[in-house]
C-alpha cells in the first residue's frame, strides 16, 4: 500500500527539487513585481505630466481672462475719471 520516505531522501528530494523551484518561483515574483512597480511609477510620471499640463493650459486661459477684464476696467476708469472731470 503506502510507501514511507526515509528523512534522508526527503531531504534529497527538498534539496534537490522543491528548494531550486522555490528559488524560481520566488525569482520569478521578484521580477514581476519590479516590472508592475515600473509600470506604476510610469503611470504615474504620464498622469503628473499631463495634469500639470492641463493645469498649466487653465492657468493661462485665466491669465488671458484677467488681461481681458484689467483693460475693461481701465477703460471703465478712464471713462469715469473723464465724466468726473466735464462735470
Do not use: W
Request: hydrophobic share 40%.
Amino acid at each position: 500500500m503506502g510507501k514511507y520516505v526515509k528523512k534522508g531522501e526527503l531531504y534529497e528530494i527538498f534539496d534537490g527539487f522543491l528548494l531550486s523551484a522555490i528559488g524560481d518561483m520566488m525569482n520569478t515574483l521578484k521580477e514581476d513585481i519590479a516590472a508592475t512597480k515600473y509600470e506604476l511609477k510610469d503611470y504615474v510620471d504620464r498622469k503628473l505630466a499631463d495634469q500639470t499640463a492641463e493645469m498649466f493650459k487653465k492657468f493661462n486661459h485665466l491669465e488671458g481672462r484677467f488681461t481681458q477684464l484689467e483693460g475693461r476696467f481701465n477703460r471703465l476708469e478712464g471713462r469715469l475719471e473723464t465724466h468726473l472731470a466735464i462735470a
